[in-house]
Every structure is written in structure tokens, then in C-alpha cells.
């Protein structure tokens, strides 16, 4: 299980339901009814991506930097 990548998670109208998705990973993203289903969708997806950049001998993406947060 990978975790030095971002997940965002967001609510969908559209979907009804919670959208995950990686930045550094375009293409990827999952749904789920809760926010921690979304995630636990998502992780096995990155995982899966990570393994196919692995199995084709890419390099995986340098994780982002965490947004500076306004005070």
C-alpha cells in the first residue's frame, strides 16, 4: 500500500456520491457512497497504477509538496 501519494476526495452532486482522485496520477479516480469507501477505492487503484509503472519500467511521479495552508 502506497501513501506517499495525495488523495482528494469531494463530493459530487452529479455522482451522488464522493470522487477520490490522485493529481499525480491523471486518470485516476474512484467513487464511493462515503468518503471512506472513496479512499479505500482509491488506494487500490494507486496501488494497481503503481504496479503497472513498475511492470513497464516508468518512473512514478515525485509525490507533490503539501499546499502552503493561508493563516
Known sequence: METRYAIHI???DEDAG???ISHEFPGLSAF???REE???E???V???MI???H???MQLPEPAAAPLMAA
Open 10 to 12: 469531494f463530493w459530487s
Open 18 to 20: 464522493f470522487i477520490a
Open 32 to 34: 464511493g457512497e462515503t
Open 38 to 40: 472513496a479512499l479505500r
Open 42 to 44: 482509491a488506494q487500490k
Open 46 to 48: 494507486l496501488d494497481e
Open 51 to 53: 504496479e503497472i509503472y
Open 55 to 57: 511492470s513497464k519500467g
